[in-house]
């Protein structure tokens, strides 16, 4: 269950390890509007499904490279208490607009053109977060709650109303009378007093009044009915917050039309942002016209009747360092953007800011959308290469397996994407005008009594209310009923009792029980699923997954209860990631959980185990920092569906309240041999896969599962203490508990952006930074032991991996405890040497560091582990050969453009022939003659940094490595003209999307003017790209633009994933450059001065909480040139930039034409095709572009270059030796700069 580190913006490199069926992740969403940044973002994951975007449980127990898919990685907030039990969700795939990109794994030489985005810390929380969807971190990845339970003893109490808190859970309701209080003449909002019974002591009711104050009942002429009467209903301002939390909340209710929106003022930010979430989802699509909604979703960004132009919204939002998503789940649909915040001096004055413009853009979405004709079949087009995407993933394959052969009465079964076949070609095979279908579904199910708003900004919530009202009010109110499954359950009888055999793409091996479970939608104080998850899911001593990892059968185990949709029972997921020993005995295993469910039955639920759990949710919740703004609006539009006391929307499921014994016992309950069905998931057993899915034809066998088998189960789950194992047993106290969570905050003119070198010598070079920004009980610490062994050979490469693998398996069950605490590590190989990291609460985070430190000094590398961590290994590896063509192509970038490294191929050459005894040799090797290198950085003060350092140094005892063996990373020279290709064929034959990277060499990435051109460049052509290649042309669902870094390089890339050949992608990207320079020429003055401010907001726009921070001072120092000062540099640089030098800029390095030019064209080629032809799909484009029969051609036509002649590189060793190299890295100060002086802390 550990998490690799996520990457760069520089390469795409994989870290393969096997991987398990992952639970709905959903693609990434890339900005259907310009996200202009200067490298490919980290991408946020959506959620699961958006009834309830927090609720789930789910406790996980998996090695912590992500097997399957690895590449396509992505981060997680650790702020959340609940997102520490990974939360695998089986819940519909929520389906996303625009073409994904994922982050990447972190590149050998760790180098970033922008510290943002930032990798993010270690987590082993995240450790699933590829193929498990991990809620709710982020906008991108609400987790799915629990819907309600249908349970006597556990009926919950109707929701009270929004300014009251609700009593406890097996209470009735009662009748009471409301007595209004004074109205301020200052505020509107009038508070109520409540009977004694009803009032908590953070209600947002007011106090009870003095006994002066007559106390009459509500009448016509009250103030309450005066309230009403205003054009908005003010609910609540007394959000639970975090303590660290300075912005100002307010819910209210847009009286016209029942809009409910929350509003936020944050006089910090940088961005502001809004999302709205759609109670209806791809759960309401017609049985005839699957992925309906996912199709509405994408035609709603095409243009209103007030701005019907089908890029205004995003041209604008570009212009404003802005960008935008959508995504489309199970029950709803989200749509949010972000853009650059009010300057802070003029927050008070009444001139618009940029925000006022996209609401005002983003409101028509939902009052006058034109699904215009000459949209719809782009649009189409659009979701159809989604579609195809995504047919060779087995996170989608296995998913949609899942769901079909559930409950055909219950929406869950039903295929959520669609596709051209669904959306068009069948309905206008049958006579039905599909555009007329489309606005027909928003006409019958968007409505505002269904919607929930979220608006952040600088403004005070009196002017966001107004905007809130003069631009949403029109959305219109259809008094529909809020969308509820109640009639059918997803696994009825039928579906109970049953095996499923399902053959996977990649090289997995899997087992899985589902059952139905408690709807915990009313359950929110609780929360049962969690405790469940807990001990179901744990790692440690006399746990499940520590017996079946003793007995070499399982490398992780993942449990946990979600909901499905609102009024339907939930599931309750256990997923076990088998070795090849597992997959023999996965029956033993199945028998092994039930054991352990009687033991759960036969045990009391423990209240010190809640308490437990409830204190670090606590603690969790109380330091909470910020997240990115249009993350955090998504996110709680979303929680704003569920029935939560509006003032617990922020904090909701991040706590837990109230110790049920009952409802623990309730859930318990469904966990019966007689209430589930289980999944075997494997290349190669049984073997006679009789039948294939409709949607993705996944193999797969399907039947009852015989009756002997029950029996041994049933027995299983009646054993007694007498006869069940008796390795298992409930966990221990976590002695990881964090005690000290004091904080020292003094107040500082500015926060200090470099760290202080507080050590320096030819062991160890040491920085330091106390943390003066966030003021939270935690620290990072960042440690690399440098040495050049690994990057010799190939072999050495992957033995440097193995070892690292080996050291996080031996680590597993002590570290667990840690990750349940709050404290997260990392151990992973680079071609440098190695690479720890510990994050987390300070209080513990020296005892983690030492276990660590001693089990890689004195780690038994033992016969049965190495074996099984060997298998993984090359399973995962294997399986990087099967990802999205989009996540493999820049490897082969990177690779074709740095001076040494190896590819995976070369790599997997290597492990087969690997054997426990040349590990036993090569890591004492590997650690005894080293250069360390630290960062820490925290709530920790210089005399914790030294005694951290001297830790690592005293307890692995290295010999000092001279400085002129530390390795060195530098990137090719491309000469002026160059023209070179590469060509690849992927290796999965049933893939039909080809890709291309098409890479612009520039020069030197330290060089500012350099720096600034290109990142100017990603700014003006990010959204013209996308629209003209993506929108307009329609070449693939991923089409993506932007600056690129390698090692000491920078260069301007395309990447695209199509089913067009790599050769007429090319020719269109030279088609658009070429465009693009008169499209340059004739941009108005301040058009370009727009998108100078647009990117210098950017460049500063502040980090949002200690994490990001500790990963841009971490990037710097590995990265050797120590620019702490990049983004402040790179905004001066922008400014001074002219049109003219720009224009030159293009013409020189960019231009087609130019004879200056260098380019690489790295060309992934399918083996497979599509079903149905692509050439009426270019043959429709080239009609509505007016393109050229030569264009149309392109796919056989050789690539015409810049007047070079292409140079194929067949032989890369060859091709590397013929250019040259840049020097390395070099500080951009002399390193005596940094060393201490005094200091504000």
Same mark, same amino acid.
């Given at each position: 269950?550990?998490?690799?580190?996520?990457?760069?913006?520089?390469?795409?490199? #994989?870290?393969?390890?096997?991987? #398990?069926?992952?639970?709905?992740?959903?693609?990434?969403?890339?900005?259907?509007?310009?996200?202009?940044?200067?490298?490919?973002?980290?991408?946020?994951?959506?959620?699961?499904?958006?009834?309830?975007?927090?609720?789930?449980?789910?406790?996980?127990?998996?090695?912590?490279?992500?097997?399957?898919?690895?590449?396509?990685?992505?981060?997680?907030?650790?702020?959340?208490?609940?997102?520490?039990?990974?939360?695998?969700?089986?819940?519909?795939? #929520?389906?996303?607009?625009?073409?994904?990109?994922?982050?990447?794994?972190?590149?050998?030489?760790?180098?970033?053109?922008?510290?943002?985005?930032?990798?993010?810390?270690?987590?082993?929380?995240?450790?699933?977060?590829?193929?498990?969807?991990?809620?709710?971190?982020?906008?991108?990845?609400?987790?799915?709650?629990?819907?309600?339970?249908?349970?006597?003893?556990?009926?919950?109490?109707?929701?009270?109303?929004?300014?009251?808190?609700?009593?406890?859970?097996?209470?009735?309701?009662?009748?009471?009378?409301?007595?209004?209080?004074?109205?301020?003449?200052?505020?509107?909002?009038?508070?109520?007093?409540?009977?004694?019974?009803?009032?908590?002591?953070?209600?947002?009711?007011?106090?009870?009044?003095?006994?002066?104050?007559?106390?009459?009942?509500?009448?016509?002429?009250?103030?309450?009915?005066?309230?009403?009467?205003?054009?908005?209903?003010?609910?609540?301002?007394?959000?639970?917050?975090?303590?660290?939390?300075?912005?100002?909340?307010?819910?209210?209710?847009?009286?016209?039309?029942?809009?409910?929106?929350? @509003?936020?003022?944050?006089?910090?930010?940088?961005?502001?942002?809004?999302?709205?979430?759609?109670?209806?989802?791809?759960?309401?699509?017609?049985?005839?016209?699957?992925?309906?909604?996912?199709?509405?979703?994408?035609?709603?960004?095409?243009?209103?009747?007030?701005?019907?132009?089908?890029?205004?919204?995003?041209?604008?939002?570009?212009?404003?360092?802005?960008?935008?998503?959508?995504?489309?789940?199970?029950?709803?649909?989200?749509?949010?953007?972000?853009?650059?915040?009010?300057?802070?001096?003029?927050?008070?004055?009444?001139?618009?800011?940029?925000?006022?413009?996209?609401?005002?853009?983003?409101?028509?979405?939902?009052?006058?959308?034109?699904?215009?004709?000459?949209?719809?079949?782009?649009?189409?087009?659009?979701?159809?290469?989604?579609?195809?995407?995504?047919?060779?993933?087995?996170?989608?394959?296995?998913?949609?397996?899942?769901?079909?052969?559930?409950?055909?009465?219950?929406?869950?079964?039903?295929?959520?994407?669609?596709?051209?076949?669904?959306?068009?070609?069948?309905?206008?095979?049958?006579?039905?005008?599909?555009?007329?279908?489309?606005?027909?579904?928003?006409?019958?199910?968007?409505?505002?009594?269904?919607?929930?708003?979220?608006?952040?900004?600088?403004?005070?919530?009196?002017?966001?209310?107004?905007?809130?009202?003069?631009?949403?009010?029109?959305?219109?109110?259809?008094?529909?009923?809020?969308?509820?499954?109640?009639?059918?359950?997803?696994?009825?009888?039928?579906?109970?009792?049953?095996?499923?055999?399902?053959?996977?793409?990649?090289?997995?091996?899997?087992?899985?029980?589902?059952?139905?479970?408690?709807?915990?939608?009313?359950?929110?104080?609780?929360?049962?699923?969690?405790?469940?998850?807990?001990?179901?899911?744990?790692?440690?001593?006399?746990?499940?997954?520590?017996?079946?990892?003793?007995?070499?059968?399982?490398?992780?185990?993942?449990?946990?209860?979600?909901?499905?949709?609102?009024?339907?029972?939930?599931?309750?997921?256990?997923?076990?990631?088998?070795?090849?020993?597992?997959?023999?005995?996965?029956?033993?295993?199945?028998?092994?959980?039930?054991?352990?469910?009687?033991?759960?039955?036969?045990?009391?639920?423990?209240?010190?185990?809640?308490?437990?759990?409830?204190?670090?949710?606590?603690?969790?919740?109380?330091?909470?920092?910020?997240?990115?703004?249009?993350?955090?609006?998504?996110?709680?539009?979303?929680?704003?569906?569920?029935?939560?006391?509006?003032?617990?929307?922020?904090?909701?499921?991040?706590?837990?309240?109230?110790?049920?014994?009952?409802?623990?016992?309730?859930?318990?309950?469904?966990?019966?041999?007689?209430?589930?069905?289980?999944?075997?998931?494997?290349?190669?057993?049984?073997?006679?896969?009789?039948?294939?899915?409709?949607?993705?034809?996944?193999?797969?066998?399907?039947?009852?599962?015989?009756?002997?088998?029950?029996?041994?189960?049933?027995?299983?789950?009646?054993?007694?203490?007498?006869?069940?194992?008796?390795?298992?047993?409930?966990?221990?106290?976590?002695?990881?508990?964090?005690?000290?969570?004091?904080?020292?905050?003094?107040?500082?003119?500015?926060?200090?952006?470099?760290?202080?070198?507080?050590?320096?010598?030819?062991?160890?070079?040491?920085?330091?930074?106390?943390?003066?920004?966030?003021?939270?009980?935690?620290?990072?610490?960042?440690?690399?032991?440098?040495?050049?062994?690994?990057?010799?050979?190939?072999?050495?490469?992957?033995?440097?991996?193995?070892?690292?693998?080996?050291?996080?398996?031996?680590?597993?069950?002590?570290?667990?405890?840690?990750?349940?605490?709050?404290?997260?590590?990392?151990?992973?190989?680079?071609?440098?040497? @190695?690479?720890?990291?510990?994050?987390?609460?300070?209080?513990?985070?020296?005892? @983690?560091?030492?276990?660590?430190?001693?089990?890689?000094?004195?780690?038994?590398?033992?016969?049965?582990?190495?074996?099984?961590?060997?298998?993984?290994?090359?399973?995962?590896?294997?399986?990087?050969?099967?990802?999205?063509?989009?996540?493999?192509?820049?490897?082969?970038?990177?690779?074709?453009?740095?001076?040494?490294?190896?590819?995976?191929?070369?790599?997997?050459?290597?492990?087969?022939?690997?054997?426990?005894?040349?590990?036993?040799?090569?890591?004492?090797?590997?650690?005894?003659?080293?250069?360390?290198?630290?960062?820490?950085?925290?709530?920790?003060?210089?005399?914790?940094?030294?005694?951290?350092?001297?830790?690592?140094?005293?307890?692995?005892?290295?010999?000092?490595?001279?400085?002129?063996?530390?390795?060195?990373?530098?990137?090719?020279?491309?000469?002026?003209?160059?023209?070179?290709?590469?060509?690849?064929?992927?290796?999965?034959?049933?893939?039909?999307?080809?890709?291309?990277?098409?890479?612009?060499?520039?020069?030197?990435?330290?060089?500012?003017?350099?720096?600034?051109?290109?990142?100017?460049?990603?700014?003006?052509?990010?959204?013209?790209?996308?629209?003209?290649?993506?929108?307009?042309?329609?070449?693939?669902?991923?089409?993506?633009?932007?600056?690129?870094?390698?090692?000491?390089?920078?260069?301007?890339?395309?990447?695209?994933?199509?089913?067009?050949?790599?050769?007429?992608?090319?020719?269109?990207?030279?088609?658009?450059?070429?465009?693009?320079?008169?499209?340059?020429?004739?941009?108005?003055?301040?058009?370009?001065?727009?998108?100078?401010?647009?990117?210098?907001?950017?460049?500063?726009?502040?980090?949002?909480?200690?994490?990001?921070?500790?990963?841009?001072?971490?990037?710097?120092?590995?990265?050797?040139?120590?620019?702490?000062?990049?983004?402040?540099?790179?905004?001066?640089?922008?400014?001074?930039?002219?049109?003219?030098?720009?224009?030159?800029?293009?013409?020189?390095?960019?231009?087609?034409?130019?004879?200056?030019?260098?380019?690489?064209?790295?060309?992934?080629?399918?083996?497979?095709?599509?079903?149905?032809?692509?050439?009426?799909?270019?043959?429709?484009?080239?009609?509505?572009?007016?393109?050229?029969?030569?264009?149309?051609?392109?796919?056989?036509?050789?690539?015409?270059?810049?007047?070079?002649?292409?140079?194929?590189?067949?032989?890369?060793?060859?091709?590397?030796?013929?250019?040259?190299?840049?020097?390395?890295?070099?500080?951009?100060?002399?390193?005596?700069?940094?060393?201490?002086?005094?200091?504000?802390?």
């Amino acid at each position: 269950m550990r998490v690799r580190r996520l990457l760069s913006c520089g390469s795409l490199q #994989p870290t393969p390890t096997p991987a #398990p069926k992952p639970k709905p992740t959903p693609p990434t969403p890339c900005c259907t509007t310009s996200q202009a940044t200067a490298s490919i973002r980290p991408a946020r994951r959506a959620p699961s499904n958006s009834f309830c975007p927090q609720q789930t449980s789910f406790s996980s127990s998996s090695p912590r490279s992500l097997p399957f898919l690895s590449s396509s990685s992505y981060s997680a907030s650790r702020a959340s208490s609940h997102s520490r039990y990974r939360c695998l969700h089986r819940q519909t795939f #929520p389906t996303v607009r625009s073409s994904p990109l994922p982050t990447f794994a972190v590149p050998a030489s760790p180098v970033s053109l922008s510290p943002l985005p930032l990798p993010p810390l270690p987590s082993r929380r995240r450790c699933l977060a590829q193929t498990l969807v991990v809620l709710p971190a982020s906008p991108a990845s609400p987790a799915c709650a629990s819907a309600s339970v249908h349970s006597a003893p556990l009926t919950a109490a109707p929701p009270q109303p929004h300014f009251a808190r609700p009593e406890a859970l097996n209470t009735k309701p009662r009748a009471y009378t409301l007595f209004p209080n004074k109205t301020s003449s200052t505020n509107f909002l009038p508070t109520f007093t409540f009977p004694p019974t009803l009032r908590r002591a953070h209600s947002t009711a007011a106090a009870m009044p003095t006994p002066s104050q007559p106390q009459t009942p509500t009448t016509l002429d009250s103030p309450l009915r005066e309230h009403r009467q205003r054009p908005v209903e003010r609910l609540t301002d007394k959000l639970e917050t975090p303590s660290l939390d300075d912005r100002q909340y307010r819910v209210i209710k847009i009286a016209s039309n029942q809009l409910e929106v929350l @509003l936020v003022h944050d006089a910090d930010t940088d961005k502001a942002s809004a999302a709205m979430d759609v109670n209806v989802g791809n759960f309401s699509d017609p049985e005839d016209t699957p992925g309906m909604g996912h199709a509405v979703e994408h035609l709603l960004f095409m243009g209103t009747k007030k701005y019907p132009v089908e890029n205004a919204y995003s041209q604008y939002l570009s212009a404003h360092s802005g960008s935008s998503n959508a995504y489309t789940a199970a029950t709803s649909t989200n749509y949010y953007f972000e853009v650059a915040a009010k300057a802070a001096e003029s927050a008070e004055e009444t001139d618009r800011s940029p925000l006022y413009g996209a609401l005002d853009r983003f409101a028509q979405f939902f009052i006058e959308p034109l699904f215009l004709p000459s949209t719809l079949d782009r649009e189409l087009r659009a979701v159809d290469s989604e579609n195809k995407k995504n047919l060779q993933s087995d996170q989608w394959r296995l998913h949609q397996l899942d769901k079909s052969l559930s409950n055909p009465k219950h929406p869950y079964c039903h295929f959520s994407t669609g596709s051209l076949e669904t959306l068009k070609i069948q309905p206008e095979a049958k006579g039905i005008d599909v555009r007329q279908e489309f606005i027909n579904f928003h006409d019958k199910h968007y409505s505002a009594n269904r919607m929930k708003l979220v608006i952040l900004g600088r403004e005070p919530l009196d002017v966001l209310e107004e905007w809130a009202v003069d631009l949403f009010a029109g959305v219109k109110n259809k008094d529909l009923e809020q969308n509820r499954w109640e009639d059918e359950q997803p696994l009825g009888k039928d579906e109970l009792l049953t095996q499923i055999f399902a053959k996977p793409v990649m090289d997995s091996r899997l087992l899985e029980l589902t059952f139905p479970f408690l709807n915990e939608e009313d359950l929110y104080e609780s929360q049962p699923s969690r405790y469940i998850s807990h001990l179901i899911g744990h790692e440690g001593p006399g746990s499940i997954m520590s017996y079946i990892k003793g007995k070499g059968w399982a490398n992780g185990l993942s449990a946990g209860g979600y909901a499905v949709c609102p009024g339907s029972l939930g599931l309750f997921n256990c997923q076990i990631r088998l070795t090849e020993e597992g997959l023999k005995n996965y029956k033993e295993i199945v028998k092994v959980f039930f054991q352990y469910i009687s033991l759960l039955n036969e045990s009391p639920p423990q209240e010190w185990i809640f308490e437990e759990q409830r204190g670090l949710a606590e603690v969790d919740f109380k330091f909470k920092q910020k997240s990115p703004a249009s993350k955090f609006t998504s996110k709680i539009s979303a929680v704003m569906q569920l029935p939560l006391p509006r003032e617990w929307l922020l904090s909701g499921h991040s706590r837990l309240r109230k110790f049920d014994p009952k409802a623990i016992e309730a859930g318990l309950a469904y966990l019966r041999p007689d209430n589930f069905r289980m999944s075997v998931v494997s290349q190669t057993f049984p073997g006679g896969w009789d039948k294939k899915e409709k949607w993705y034809e996944t193999e797969y066998k399907y039947e009852k599962i015989p009756q002997d088998f029950i029996s041994e189960i049933e027995s299983a789950a009646s054993s007694t203490k007498a006869s069940r194992l008796s390795q298992l047993h409930l966990p221990h106290k976590n002695q990881f508990i964090p005690t000290n969570l004091d904080v020292e905050k003094k107040e500082v003119k500015e926060p200090t952006r470099a760290p202080t070198l507080i050590r320096n010598d030819d062991m160890v070079r040491a920085w330091f930074k106390k943390d003066d920004t966030f003021w939270v009980p935690k620290a990072n610490l960042f440690i690399q032991c440098k040495n050049p062994l690994p990057s010799v050979t190939a072999e050495n490469t992957i033995k440097s991996r193995v070892y690292a693998e080996l050291v996080r398996d031996a680590l597993e069950e002590y570290a667990y405890d840690a990750e349940l605490a709050g404290l997260d590590y990392s151990v992973s190989s680079y071609s440098g040497g @190695l690479d720890i990291q510990i994050s987390g609460y300070n209080d513990k985070l020296p005892v @983690l560091l030492e276990k660590v430190l001693l089990t890689m000094r004195d780690l038994e590398v033992k016969q049965d582990r190495f074996a099984i961590v060997k298998e993984r290994l090359l399973r995962g590896m294997r399986n990087w050969d099967y990802q999205q063509p989009y996540n493999q192509v820049g490897d082969f970038t990177r690779w074709l453009n740095i001076e040494k490294g190896f590819i995976s191929d070369q790599l997997l050459a290597e492990l087969p022939r690997l054997e426990a005894e040349d590990i036993k040799l090569y890591f004492p090797q590997l650690l005894r003659q080293v250069h360390i290198e630290t960062l820490v950085h925290g709530n920790l003060y210089k005399e914790d940094a030294l005694r951290l350092t001297n830790m690592v140094e005293t307890t692995l005892k290295p010999r000092a490595l001279p400085q002129a063996q530390w390795p060195v990373f530098r990137s090719l020279i491309f000469p002026p003209g160059a023209n070179f290709v590469y060509h690849k064929t992927l290796k999965d034959p049933a893939n039909v999307n080809h890709c291309i990277e098409y890479l612009l060499y520039v020069g030197d990435k330290a060089d500012r003017a350099l720096r600034a051109k290109c990142l100017m460049l990603d700014q003006i052509t990010h959204e013209p790209a996308f629209d003209q290649l993506r929108t307009k042309e329609q070449l693939g669902y991923v089409v993506f633009s932007g600056a690129r870094t390698t090692s000491t390089t920078i260069g301007y890339r395309f990447i695209v994933q199509s089913e067009r050949t790599p050769e007429y992608l090319e020719g269109r990207i030279d088609s658009f450059l070429a465009n693009y320079l008169t499209t340059l020429k004739n941009m108005s003055d301040s058009e370009f001065e727009g998108h100078q401010r647009s990117l210098v907001t950017k460049r500063m726009e502040k980090l949002k909480n200690l994490d990001q921070e500790s990963s841009r001072l971490w990037t710097h120092v590995a990265s050797d040139y120590f620019d702490f000062d990049l983004s402040y540099e790179d905004a001066a640089s922008v400014k001074a930039l002219t049109k003219k030098e720009m224009i030159e800029f293009f013409e020189h390095y960019i231009s087609p034409s130019s004879p200056f030019r260098a380019k690489l064209a790295v060309h992934l080629r399918a083996q497979g095709t599509s079903k149905k032809s692509s050439t009426a799909s270019v043959e429709d484009a080239a009609k509505g572009l007016k393109l050229t029969s030569e264009d149309t051609t392109a796919e056989e036509a050789p690539v015409k270059g810049n007047g070079t002649k292409p140079w194929v590189i067949d032989d890369v060793r060859a091709f590397k030796s013929k250019l040259g190299v840049t020097p390395g890295p070099q500080p951009v100060r002399d390193l005596s700069e940094f060393e201490e002086t005094d200091s504000k802390l």
